[in-house]
């Protein structure tokens, strides 16, 4: 067994560049934004979702600032502690059609916690809608983290994003 992989969600040498990407792309009216939290451990992912205009959606994206070890890893672990919502985590390698992303869901809690998946658990989609015949999910290729709210419930919501972590042994939620 070795040593997991962790990437820290506000460590610049961990991610290079932050974009956020909502609805309003297509014309829909969600908002958010990105802060650090009070104590400066975190990031804050916060905002409002809407289903106006068609939309519903909002996200974070964050890219790597260097390529992960060629290892096999088995899984991947988010910590992070929301508002009892629905969210994806999406990931994205070089691989896939420009749009495409691996994704999951996960039901969250109030509670900082981690949240375990392996390859097993995602699936790839194209703007909401399951694609097959993709490369396979090998944890070492990705290039871009992203969290997505798409829940189809309006109102506030608010996630808070401590770290990711990729390794080759397996633990259960």
Known sequence: MSKPVQLDFINNDHFSRLFLVHDT????RSQGSVTKTADGNAVLFYGELSLENNGGFASVEFRLQQKLPAKMFTQVSLNAAA?????????????IPQGVAY???FNTTSE????????AAF?????GRKITNLPALNFYDIIQISVMLA???????????HHISF????KTQ
């Open 103 to 105: 994704v999951t869901e």
């Open 25 to 28: 792309v297509m014309g829909g």
């Open 112 to 119: 900082l916690r981690d949240y375990y998946f392996d390859s």
């Open 151 to 161: 829940d189809k419930k309006t109102g506030p919501f608010q996630i808070e994003l």
């Open 123 to 127: 699936e790839g989609r194209y703007r």
């Open 83 to 95: 508002d009892n919502r629905t969210y994806q985590l999406r990931l994205k390698t070089p691989y």
């Open 167 to 170: 390794s080759t042994d397996n």
